[in-house]
């Protein structure tokens, strides 16, 4: 009874070692040989191109109509016997230029102009004239805008009630010396005399001339019209 027992006991033993060496295998001979596999690497995502900046938006503009009055202050003297056509002057706004409301030209704004023509006055006829226009506006940062005007012209006055005067006084003057000294008859040719030197003194006197200082203001007109 006693090896019976026995017996059965070892038979167990022999089915629990058999059915241990029948239990698959966590690890594999190619498991166990096999390198460990390096890790994939991570795949580079394409780089996104950077996006072109939006174009700014245009300023709004302002038309300054053709027939706009341009008050300016000379910068630099003009005058009909010192300038010559084709010379330049520099100026700047007196008054600011308003559109609708909105003043779009500052008080001080630089400007230059171009004398056209300049004739000095002559000393038997001929007044002196002279005839400026704007071609550009100077703004703040240095930008120029080319600009068209009408023609400024201006002549100079009329001599004659003085270079009547003249000749009448010399004319006088010439007749009392006259009489002093030979009578009516004297007189008559004192007077001669007298006259002749005066119209001597119209002859070898020149017109008045114009002559703009600086400081001088003076009104132009846009012959075009001008965007800013």
């Known amino acids: ?14 089915l629990g070692v058999v059915a241990c060496n029948k239990a698959p295998s966590t690890t594999s001979a190619d498991s166990v040989n096999k390198p460990a596999e390096p890790p994939v690497a991570a795949v580079d995502q394409p780089k996104a191109e950077p996006q ?7 300023k709004p503009t302002t038309l300054i109509p053709a027939g706009t009055t341009l008050r300016i202050a000379l910068i630099d003297a003009v005058s009909s016997d010192k300038n010559r056509a084709g010379d ?7 008054e600011p ?3 609708d409301g909105k003043t779009v030209l500052t008080k001080g704004t630089k400007v230059r102009g171009r004398v056209v023509d300049a004739k000095e006055s002559g000393r038997v006829k001929g007044r002196a004239s002279i005839e400026l226009k704007l ?8 930008k120029q805008m080319d600009i068209a005007t009408k023609p ?18 010399g004319a ?4 009392v010396i006259g009489a002093i000294a030979g009578g009516g008859k004297g007189a008559a040719i004192g007077a001669g005399i007298g006259g002749g030197a005066g119209t001597g003194t119209v002859l070898a006197t020149k017109g008045k001339e114009i002559r703009y200082a600086p400081e001088t203001r003076l009104q132009f007109t846009l012959a075009s019209p001008i965007e800013i």
Not at 1 to 13: D, E, N, Q, T
Not at 52 to 58: F, I, L, S
Not at 135 to 142: N, P, Q, S
């Open 152 to 169: 400024y012209t201006a002549v100079a006055q009329s001599t004659t009630k003085r270079d009547a005067a003249i000749i009448g006084g």
């Open 1 to 14: 009874m006693k090896r019976s027992f026995i017996a059965v006991i070892v038979f167990s033993l022999l």
């Open 135 to 142: 071609t550009e506006i100077v703004f703040k940062d240095g």
């Open 88 to 94: 330049h002057f520099a100026a700047s706004l007196a």
């Open 172 to 175: 006088g003057l010439g007749a």
């Open 97 to 99: 230029v308003v559109i």
């Open 52 to 58: 072109p900046e939006p174009a700014p938006e245009p």
